[in-house]
C-alpha cells in the first residue's frame, strides 16, 4: 500500500518561502501526474499544483507566479517551492497523484503565513 509523507511545513511571515517534499513509499512518481492539494481551515480541499511525468506543470491561479512544482528524481520525492507567501495560502498541504487523488492521504504539512 502507498503512503504518502509531506514535509517541509511551518510558520512563516508573508512575503517569506517554504519548500515542501513529498515521499512515498513505492515508485509512483515514474508512473503518475503527481500534485499538491491544500485545505485551509473550514473549507474543501482544493488543487494547488500538477506536474505530468514529462515535467508539465500547472498551477491554480492564486498561486500562479509564486509557486514551482517540480520532481526531484534522484530522492524520488515531488517538491513544492513556495514564494511570496500569503495569510490566504496558509492551510495543511498533501501531495497525492494529480489532478484526482487516487492513493490514501497523507497526514499533510501545515502552513502558516501570519501577516
Known amino acids: 500500500q502507498v503512503q504518502l509523507v509531506e514535509s517541509g511545513g511551518g510558520l512563516v511571515q508573508a512575503g517569506g518561502s517554504l519548500r515542501l517534499s513529498c515521499a512515498a513509499s513505492?515508485?509512483?512518481?515514474?508512473?503518475?501526474?503527481m500534485a499538491w492539494y491544500r485545505q485551509a481551515p473550514g473549507k474543501q480541499r482544493e488543487l494547488v499544483a500538477t506536474?505530468?511525468?514529462?515535467?508539465?506543470?500547472n498551477y491554480a491561479d492564486s498561486v500562479k507566479g509564486r509557486f514551482t512544482i517540480s520532481r526531484d528524481h534522484a530522492k524520488n520525492t515531488v517538491i513544492l517551492q513556495m514564494n511570496s507567501l500569503k495569510p490566504d495560502d496558509t492551510a495543511v498541504y498533501y501531495c497525492?497523484?494529480?489532478?484526482?487523488?487516487?492513493?490514501?492521504w497523507g497526514k499533510g504539512t501545515l502552513v502558516t503565513v501570519s501577516s
Open positions: 497525492n497523484t494529480g489532478p484526482i487523488g487516487i492513493y490514501d
Open positions: 513505492g515508485s509512483i512518481f515514474s508512473i503518475n501526474a
Open positions: 506536474i505530468t511525468t514529462r515535467g508539465i506543470a
